[in-house]
């Protein structure tokens, strides 16, 4: 089954057990897929493939993590726990994240596959890393390790 039609699925469900916070998130998932679908429409694409669709839940997941350490920071518990709930929410249907160690794993591979000598290569290190571990390693934490691999 697809992410989409997971989607659908998980709204269904949520409606028919009357969870409305849930709910909410999931129409919020369905409209930014919605218009992501939309924005893709000129490269001649009328659906956009699950590996894009993880991309854009990653991103969702990020700008919640930021708003709700803004709102940590005003005061605004009720505000933050509210992120919270949504990120929990659309965390269910993204893959499981590598661990430090897997991470750290990955990341010596790349160097070896590479050939990696410096900090020059980190563009070719990144690029082999996506290209292999795209939907269940986080870039901006793989970043920091493949620069210190390689400056290391």
Do not use: C, W
């Amino acid at each position: 089954m697809s992410l989409r039609e997971s989607f659908t699925d998980q709204m269904k469900l949520s409606m028919k057990a009357g969870t409305p916070a849930r709910t909410s998130t999931l129409r919020m998932i369905m409209a930014k897929l919605k218009d992501t679908d939309i924005a893709a429409r000129p490269k001649g694409i009328d659906k956009v493939p699950d590996e894009e669709i993880i991309a854009m839940l990653r991103g969702m997941v990020k700008s919640r993590r930021e708003s709700m350490e803004l709102y940590t920071q005003g005061n605004r518990p009720e505000l933050a726990a509210k992120e919270e709930a949504e990120i929990a929410v659309i965390e269910g249907f993204l893959p499981a994240q590598m661990d430090d160690a897997a991470m750290q794993q990955a990341v010596a591979e790349a160097v070896a596959e590479t050939g990696a000598a410096g900090i020059k290569d980190m563009g070719r290190v990144m690029a082999a890393l996506r290209a292999k571990h795209a939907a269940s390693l986080d870039m901006a934490k793989a970043g920091p390790m493949v620069k210190a691999r390689l400056s290391a």
